[in-house]
């Protein structure tokens, strides 16, 4: 069985631009969550997609946002980039509320010069 | 809020030893707590998993106990060995939040 993939592996971006970052979750999960992992910084909590709709926030300023898509792929989009965005993210799926441990893929690694 | 902390933030030790790595945490109303570590680069890997109803997990040399009332749970590893290395995070996720909230890590070596 495929784990959770996400796409690309690397991202090279302007500040100012914008990068939109993929994630395809383990079949039949239907809740994916995004994280940031800022160099020197623990692991943060971004966004949470259950069935298509954004169950809770993190305390990230709105020019982060994404979405969940019907086959329950989810998209990470961050606008306006500013340097301190380069982390790696990391993208997680379960198979929803109250469901037990996230499984993690990759991560897409951004750097923003 | 919740707040993790895990210590120490770093350790080197010989193979074989035994290791027991520490977490806090403030909020002490967690659905359940999970133990994961990273190699450099990568993504998490699962390790045990600790339902709020539960005192500890095993699972081969590694044993979690959990805790809750005071807030606190410990990863025990035993014999180390170098395939070890890596940075070992706890993560309680939050009851009605259901998200996690990491610490900064344990960051593990075992050296040969």
């Known amino acids: 069985e495929a784990g959770v993939t996400q796409s690309p592996t690397h991202l090279i971006k302007t500040r100012g631009q914008q990068a939109t970052l993929r994630c395809s979750p383990i079949?039949?999960?239907?809740?994916v969550y995004w994280y940031q992992q800022a160099l020197g910084l623990g692991l943060q909590f971004l966004l949470w997609?259950?069935?298509?709709?954004?169950?809770n926030r993190g305390n990230f300023p709105p020019r982060f946002s994404g979405r969940q898509f019907p086959n329950y792929s989810s998209e990470l989009n961050v606008n306006a980039l500013e340097l301190e965005d380069s982390a790696l993210y990391l993208c997680?799926?379960?198979?929803?509320?109250?469901?037990?441990?996230?499984?993690f893929g990759p991560g897409t690694r951004l750097l923003v010069l | 809020k919740q707040e993790v902390t895990q210590i120490p933030a770093a350790l080197s030790v010989p193979e074989g030893e035994n290791l027991v790595l520490n977490c806090s945490f403030t909020?002490?109303?967690?659905?359940?707590l999970q133990w994961f570590r990273q190699d450099p680069g990568k993504g998490l890997t699962s390790l045990l998993l600790?339902?709020?109803?539960?005192r500890e997990q095993t699972s081969g040399r590694l044993n979690a106990s959990l805790d809750k009332s005071s807030g606190r749970s410990t990863l025990y590893i035993a014999a180390s060995q170098p395939g070890d290395s890596a940075t070992y995070l706890c993560a309680p996720v939050g009851s009605g939040t259901y998200k996690y909230i990491f610490g900064t890590g344990t960051r593990l070596k075992v050296l040969a």
């Open positions: 079949s039949g999960h239907t809740s």
């Open positions: 909020d002490s109303a967690i659905y359940n």
């Open positions: 600790i339902q709020s109803s539960q």
């Open positions: 997609y259950d069935e298509g709709e954004e169950r």
């Open positions: 997680a799926s379960n198979g929803g509320i109250l469901v037990e441990t996230q499984y």
